[in-house]
């Protein structure tokens, strides 16, 4: 994003902001940073962005979902704290367990992607996080292995992560199912009907 492009946001948000269920997606994809001639121009420059990004949801009281994953998330959840965002969720997350044990002990969520049914590291993540922090997500139009690997993704792999995660937490795929909407919910301060 430009100057001129988070002048934009910052003005679509003020106008809107009621209106608006949440700020994002935002973050920190440093892997995507690897070989680039100005590395550290471009970390620096994108910190300072997702700092602006933070401050203007904290501004309106909006949640946030941030995209840090790996080595990111740890400089995110510090950012998130520091600006004092009382709601986030951790988009296709994959960070180490003391991470994730962080982001979660401060109350913020996390999602899983369809990886969960083929990925070990997920599969530990789905384990060690309470039900209640957790999201789901297709991540669309990123591509998976396993069963999906000849499907094109979209919102639908988002039911049978759920399926994946009720099997690995050993509880009724409802059961899932319904907390996993409560979660939403509550994130994005909607009304459950």
């Known amino acids: 994003l430009t100057d001129v492009d988070l002048e934009r946001v910052e003005a679509q948000v003020a106008a809107y902001h009621a209106r608006i269920a949440g700020l994002g997606e935002v973050g920190l994809p440093w892997y995507s940073l690897e070989g680039a001639a100005d590395a550290a121009g471009l970390i620096a420059r994108g910190r300072a962005r997702l700092d602006r990004l933070l401050r203007l949801a904290a501004r309106w009281d909006l949640p946030v979902a941030l995209h840090a994953p790996h080595g990111a998330a740890a400089g995110a959840l510090e950012a ?114």
């Open 80 to 193: 998130v704290k520091r600006h004092r965002i009382e709601s986030a969720v951790f988009h296709w997350h994959k960070a180490p367990a003391e991470v994730t044990r962080a982001i979660l002990d401060s109350g913020y969520l996390v999602s899983v992607t369809p990886e969960v049914v083929y990925r070990e590291r997920d599969r530990e993540l789905v384990a060690a996080a309470p039900l209640e922090s957790l999201l789901v997500e297709s991540d669309g139009p990123w591509r998976y292995g396993g069963e999906f690997e000849s499907l094109a993704s979209g919102p639908w792999l988002a039911s049978r992560v759920a399926e994946e995660i009720a099997k690995i937490k050993r509880v009724p795929v409802d059961d899932v199912m319904f907390q996993l909407s409560t979660n939403a919910c509550r994130l994005f301060d909607l009304v459950w009907a």
